[in-house]
Structures are given as structure tokens and as C-alpha cells.
């Protein structure tokens, strides 16, 4: 009976600690940015996601990184630039699971697409990198006049270093509209766990 109390009572003391390791990483990934970027946490506006934005989870932020210098956009207008960051973490993988597999029937800005396959084109979603790893969900995504090739390399490799590990499953929307391309540990499209 001992054994059984001290199992349930660690139970939460486990969640907790997977949340401090992504909480330290979202820190280090701000602070990285910190000298080009200011953080928002309200009223930040930023694409609609779909229904991953409304899962419940164990953990969820989101925030905005505003560029501190103003610089041309597509529409060659001086603005500062923008980066909408969301981050899910869920309490175990098959949540995360059930997460994805209801997220991609609805997808950004009601798209659907399916695992493991490409897609030309994703109507009306912005630029986007989503690293999926372990439990948790990171979203960075930026308004479509904005967009640069450059710099978006740039994105996808912080992405990487801060949020993903050499099993991260990675979805990118390339462009304004799509590509989408599942760049890293695609899931067999024959697979039925997001399904």
C-alpha cells in the first residue's frame, strides 16, 4: 500500500519536470533573441492554428517576437517584423496522439492535410515550422508579407536547436500558401496513429 501512495504522489512531481525542461528551453530561446526581439504576451493576435489551439493539455503559451528596428517588408512598407510563437505540451504521448490526429483534420486556418504527405499547397496559411518532440508541440509562424527565405533557414534552424532532437517530426509551410513538407521523421501515410 506504501509503494502505491508514493507511485501517485511522484505521479505529479514527473509532469512537472517535463514542464520545467520545456519551460527552460522556451527561456533560453527568448533570451537568445533578446538583443533583436521584444516579447509579447498580450493581445497578440497571430494566425488561427485550428484545433490544436483549443486541446486540452498540460502545459500551453503562447507569445510574440517583435522585431526592435523597422525593416521593408514584401510590400516594401517600413514594419517591424513579427514571429508568433505557440508551444503545447501534453502529459503523456498518446494524448499527443489523439492531439494530432483531430489538429490535422483541422489544420491552420482550417486546412486539412494528411500525415507523411507533402502538399503544394495550403490555402491561406502563413509561413510556418512546427517541431513536434516527445510530449510537447512548437509552433512559429509569421505573417505572410513578411516572409524571406533567408531568414526563414534562419528560423528553422532555432527551431531546431531550441525545441526539436534528432526524433522530431518536422512540418514546414515553405512560403505564403505552402508548400507544406513534412522535412524530418515524416509518419508512414500508411500508418492510422493520426489518422
Same mark, same amino acid.
Given at each position: 500500500?506504501?509503494?502505491?501512495?508514493?507511485?501517485?504522489?511522484?505521479?505529479?512531481?514527473?509532469?512537472?519536470g517535463q514542464t520545467?525542461?520545456?519551460?527552460?528551453?522556451?527561456?533560453?530561446?527568448?533570451?537568445?533573441?533578446?538583443?533583436?526581439? /521584444?516579447? /509579447?504576451?498580450?493581445?497578440?493576435?497571430?494566425e488561427r492554428l485550428?484545433?490544436?489551439?483549443?486541446?486540452?493539455?498540460?502545459?500551453?503559451?503562447?507569445? /510574440?517576437?517583435?522585431?526592435?528596428?523597422?525593416? +521593408?517588408?514584401?510590400?516594401?512598407?517600413?514594419?517591424?517584423?513579427?514571429?508568433?510563437?505557440?508551444?503545447?505540451?501534453?502529459?503523456?504521448?498518446?494524448?499527443?496522439?489523439?492531439?494530432?490526429?483531430?489538429?490535422?483534420?483541422?489544420?491552420?486556418?482550417?486546412?486539412?492535410?494528411?500525415?507523411?504527405?507533402?502538399? +503544394?499547397?495550403?490555402?491561406?496559411?502563413?509561413?510556418?515550422?512546427?517541431?513536434?518532440e516527445g510530449n510537447?508541440?512548437?509552433?512559429?509562424?509569421?505573417?505572410?508579407?513578411?516572409?524571406?527565405?533567408?531568414?526563414? +533557414?534562419?528560423? +528553422?534552424?532555432?527551431?531546431?536547436?531550441?525545441?526539436?532532437?534528432?526524433?522530431?517530426?518536422?512540418?514546414?509551410?515553405?512560403?505564403?500558401?505552402?508548400?507544406?513538407?513534412?522535412?524530418?521523421?515524416?509518419?508512414?501515410?500508411?500508418?492510422?496513429?493520426? /489518422?
Amino acid at each position: 500500500m506504501k509503494k502505491f501512495v508514493f507511485i501517485i504522489l511522484l505521479i505529479p512531481r514527473l509532469l512537472l519536470g517535463q514542464t520545467d525542461e520545456l519551460n527552460q528551453r522556451i527561456n533560453a530561446f527568448k533570451n537568445d533573441l533578446s538583443t533583436n526581439y /521584444k516579447v /509579447k504576451t498580450l493581445n497578440i493576435g497571430g494566425e488561427r492554428l485550428g484545433t490544436i489551439e483549443y486541446e486540452d493539455c498540460l502545459y500551453r503559451t503562447k507569445f /510574440k517576437l517583435e522585431k526592435l528596428e523597422k525593416q +521593408r517588408d514584401n510590400l516594401n512598407r517600413n514594419v517591424k517584423f513579427d514571429i508568433f510563437m505557440t508551444i503545447v505540451e501534453f502529459s503523456d504521448t498518446d494524448d499527443l496522439n489523439w492531439a494530432m490526429k483531430r489538429w490535422l483534420k483541422d489544420f491552420i486556418d482550417g486546412s486539412q492535410i494528411r500525415p507523411g504527405r507533402n502538399s +503544394r499547397s495550403v490555402s491561406n496559411a502563413n509561413p510556418s515550422i512546427i517541431v513536434i518532440e516527445g510530449n510537447s508541440i512548437s509552433i512559429l509562424n509569421q505573417p505572410c508579407m513578411q516572409f524571406e527565405a533567408i531568414e526563414y +533557414r534562419n528560423w +528553422r534552424s532555432k527551431m531546431l536547436t531550441y525545441f526539436g532532437s534528432p526524433s522530431s517530426v518536422i512540418i514546414e509551410i515553405g512560403g505564403c500558401g505552402g508548400p507544406l513538407n513534412w522535412t524530418k521523421n515524416a509518419p508512414d501515410p500508411r500508418d492510422r496513429t493520426w /489518422k
